[in-house]
């Protein structure tokens, strides 16, 4: 009976943070259904991308989200979009922006050919 009576001054009251915002590719999920006081906003970024400021946000009593601000998702140059990695005594990163990183225990250092 507390929850519901506690929900019922929720709703009544439009105690409620609104969605956090998200940056470009990325993902947020919540620890509740309603973004009330006390819900937590968690952030990854997509496969190849770091993210850049605080994974979790959580709504305020006075319906804010704190820390204030958006985090960002930064391209993770160690993992390069569309790519794939072939190895045996030489290795060829294949990026299909058209650039390939060429790198053989012969050579030094490793060598990067642009293929327009």
């Excluded at 009976?1 to 609104?18: E, R």
Aim: charged share 10%.
């Amino acid at each position: 009976m507390k929850h519901w009576i506690i929900l019922s001054a929720i709703v009544a009251t439009g105690l409620c943070c609104g969605f956090p915002g998200a940056p470009a590719h990325s993902s947020v999920s919540f620890s509740t259904t309603e973004l009330a006081p006390g819900t937590v906003a968690s952030y990854s970024c997509d496969r190849g991308f770091e993210l850049l400021g605080p994974a979790r946000k959580i709504c305020a009593e006075n319906s804010t989200w704190t820390p204030p601000g958006i985090p960002f998702c930064d391209g993770d140059l160690n993992h390069p979009l569309h790519s794939h990695l072939r190895h045996q005594s030489t290795c060829i990163l294949v990026v299909r922006s058209a650039v390939s990183l060429f790198h053989s225990p012969h050579l030094s250092p490793p060598t990067i050919f642009h293929t327009p």
